[in-house]
């Protein structure tokens, strides 16, 4: 049995890669990766069967994916009755100290400039099938022969699957988000300039025409029904949100790596003695922010630390 923890323990994290890419829920994938132990140590306990398994991983990644796929089937009900705009638990992590990419395949996903905050959300608009499809293949690089086998189709079934995702994110209204760390450093410094100016012409020119500005607060705190949409109408909304944060005075940040993307962790003082923690994540494309997205539910950012000293306003990008 230890033989056996050793072995999955070095496979958790390209597991909990998968799993929150399909889920969009740290929680929700932290259960399915729990389940796959389950499973893996009740199967491949005894010597014989585990020999059997040549391919740890993909037999790891296959149990993984159709329970995250069973989740995902039951989750639609839940997802339609979510107060206001729904945004994924955003995974939380410090700056790095070069903008390399690590060799292994789950860690380059944390990190591929193409993932982050607005790829998950435009996840949400594909079936269970088709995102489990595409976040297997196109992210993960799983050949079709096992998706078709995590999805009881055919491989050509999992290959239309996954072209059908494919066009869903790479849809003319999707955000796009293609800047290296530097760029996102670049444009996000002169987005809390422009904020910090308060001149919405200068936030004009750093949001691109078809920005889309999503607040996901859980029924919490006011935030906006729907997602807001082009440079002016998200201009206004952010420049009037900072306004009061600023007159209320005590908002806090500091720059995190969200979904792999840059953003930042903020904390904000409530009139009614309650401390608001924010995660804001960005999409970034040839020079302009495509996606602007502000995580407030306490039950999604609750868990996270709370800021140290060194946290302030404006944050050091």
Known sequence: MDELAGEFEAERGHLLAVAQRMLGSRSEAEDAVQETWLRYSGALADPAARA??????????TTCSRLCLDVLRSARVRREAYPGQWLPEPVVTGLPATDGFAPDPA???VRADQLGTALLVVLERLTPEQRVA???HDVFAVPFGDVAEVLAVTPEAARQLASRGRRAVHGPDAPRHTADLAEQRRVLTAFVAAVESGELDQLV???????VSIGDAGGHFPAARRPVVGAEAAGRLLLGLFDQARRRGGLRARPVLVDGVLGWQAELPRPDGRTMRMVTSFAVHEGRITGVFNQLNPEKVGELPPLGPEAGWPPRL
Not at 205 to 211: E, G, H, I, S
Request: hydrophobic share 50%; no cysteine; charged share 35%.
């Open 52 to 61: 059997r398994v040549r391919d740890l991983r993909g037999w790891l990644t």
């Open 107 to 109: 860690e380059r996903a």
């Open 134 to 136: 595409f976040v297997l």
């Open 205 to 211: 020119r750093v949001l691109a025409p078809d920005v």
